[in-house]
Structure formats: C-alpha cells, structure tokens
C-alpha cells in the first residue's frame, strides 16, 4: 500500500468500516499526505505520524462519512414521510372495510411483519451516526418498502371490492414513493 | 480550532466550491487549497474533506472523476455548471451579508454639528 506500517495500519482501520471506493479516495489522500511530509525533510515515521494527525482519526472520518451517507438520508427521507402515508392508508383500509378482503391470514401476517422489519432497517439506518455499515441497511430497507408498496397495490386492485375516496390519494401516493424510492436504489446499492 | 470550525459550519460547501474555482482538484489539493487560501485558519482534517466533497457530488454541483497517479487511483473533482451558477450566486449572497454586517459593525461618525 502506502509504504509505511503506519499509514497502512490507518488505512486498514478504515477499510474494515467503509466502502472500497471511499477508501481508495482516501489512501491517495494520506499517501499525498505523507508524502509532503516526506518532502519537508521528517524521517518516515515522524512524516506517518504527522500525516495521520493531520488526516484525522478514524472514529473521526467515519462519522463524518456516517453522517453524509446516502443511506441515512435516504432512511430519513423515507421515515419523514410515513406518518402522511399511514394517514393515507389508515382511512383507505379503514373505510374500505380490509379486514374483510379475501386475503389469508398468513399473507397478511406477513405483510405486518415484512413492514415491522423495514421500519426497524431504516430506524437504524437513519439513527446511526458512528457506523456506516449501519446506514447501509437503507437499501433493503427501501426496496422492502417498494416490495410492500407493490403489495398493498395489488391487493386494492385484486381483493377489494369497491375504491374508497382517502384512496384517491392514498394510490398516487404510494406510486410517487415507488418511483422516487427506486431511483435512489443505484446510490444506495453503490459500493 | 473548536471556533474556527463552528465558524466554518454552514460555508463548507461554498468554500469547497470556490476552491474548485481555478480547475479540477483532489481532495488533498482542496484541503490544501482551503487552508492556504484561510490563511490557516480553515485547516479542517483532510479525511473529513471527502463525505462533503460526495455530498456535493451527489447534489449535481461538481463531478469527479478517476485516474491513477503513481499507481494510486485518484479522484478529481470539477465544478459542473450547476456548480459555476450556484458558487456565483452564493457568492453575491455573500457580499450583500458582509457589507450589511459590517455597516453595523463598524463605528460610524457622529454627524457634523454646525
């Protein structure tokens, strides 16, 4: 790598914790470092050592990384504008009588669990702020929450029996949330 | 520093904007580049210059791209057009806050009395 077990040892540390293509930015950034040092006349490790200091601790840059991750936006984004879908779909369902639709038990069940699980990955996407593997599990979050979408689509078309006004919004709602969640998918899945 | 950076915070993306101004830079150039123009005093460390410089990216406002130097891949960055009318906008914003600040900051003269 670099050329000294130091900025190695650095570079190591936050490549167990961030994407391959952040830390390739950032090993030319502390080689560059290092290598100024090098060219004011510090032996290499005084130069290591003086390059690491000047570049930042590791628990330092990865929350900064932490915090701009896409993921965590994405989470945030997507956490902010729950409660106006629930108040889209709560008087939907309600009004259009769903306990009654021909939908199983265990497909329904699933359904609430499959929507606990995506709360829960993009609660701890948008809440992480030292881990950036944790905001990485907006992704499955965000394509769970355009499987449910889909879901809940299919089953207003397929099993109810008659549309109910709070769908007129409910609908086009849930269909601007699947196209904007899925163009965010290429930023998310990047690594 | 713990002042310089507070100051710092809500300008981070102009000033890495206008250390874009002359031409494509790397992220170390634009560290460099940030605390030299400062005088010193924006001398932020370079592995937290990085998540701001993809935030920018990511907005539209520059756009890097890679090449290898010394067998290192390397990342440079450029300011799209986007990037060119916002630093020129925010740049008037700028100029109209300070004159604004310092008129009442300054000391005045009392008005001439006959």
């Known amino acids: ?21 952040a830390v390739d930015e950032l090993a030319d950034g502390l080689t560059e470092t290092y290598a100024r040092h090098l060219a004011r006349g510090f032996d290499p490790t005084a130069a290591a050592r003086a390059a690491i200091a000047e570049f930042g601790h590791p628990d330092q840059i990865i929350t900064a990384f932490t915090r701009q991750a896409p993921g965590r936006r994405t989470a945030l984004a997507l956490l902010a504008t729950g409660p106006g879908f629930a108040a889209c779909w709560g008087p939907s369902l309600i009004l259009g009588h769903a306990w009654t639709w021909p939908i199983p038990t265990p497909v329904a069940l699933a359904f609430g669990l499959a929507l606990l699980a995506v709360v829960a990955a993009l609660v701890t996407a948008a809440t992480s702020r030292h881990s950036y593997s944790r905001t990485q599990l ?14 809940v689509l299919a089953a207003v078309l397929l099993a109810a029996p008659t549309l109910v006004w709070p769908m007129a919004l409910a609908i086009p709602a849930s ?15 990047a690594r | 520093m713990k002042a310089e950076a507070q100051a710092l915070k809500g300008h981070l993306d102009v000033l890495l904007l206008a250390t874009l101004r002359d031409g494509p830079r790397h992220g170390y150039a634009i560290k460099e580049t940030l605390r030299d123009g400062s005088g010193g005093r924006f001398d932020l460390p370079t592995g937290t210059i990085y998540p701001a410089l993809h935030r920018l990216e990511r907005a539209g406002l520059i756009t890097g791209t890679w090449s290898t130097v010394d067998g290192r891949r390397r990342r440079s960055y450029r300011l799209t057009t986007k990037g060119q009318r ?26 001439a009395t006959p």
């Open chain 2, 86 to 111: 916002h630093l020129a906008s925010e740049r008037g914003n700028w100029r109209q806050f300070a004159a604004a600040v310092t008129a009442l900051l300054e000391p005045t003269p009392w008005p």
């Open chain 1, 138 to 151: 907006a992704a499955p979050g965000a394509i769970g929450l355009v499987l449910l979408d889909t879901a």
């Open chain 1, 175 to 189: 269909l601007a949330r699947i196209g904007l969640t899925a163009r965010t998918f290429p930023r998310l899945l």
């Open chain 1, 1 to 21: 790598m670099a050329g000294h077990t130091l900025i190695d040892a650095h570079l190591a540390a936050l490549a167990r914790r961030l994407p391959a293509r």
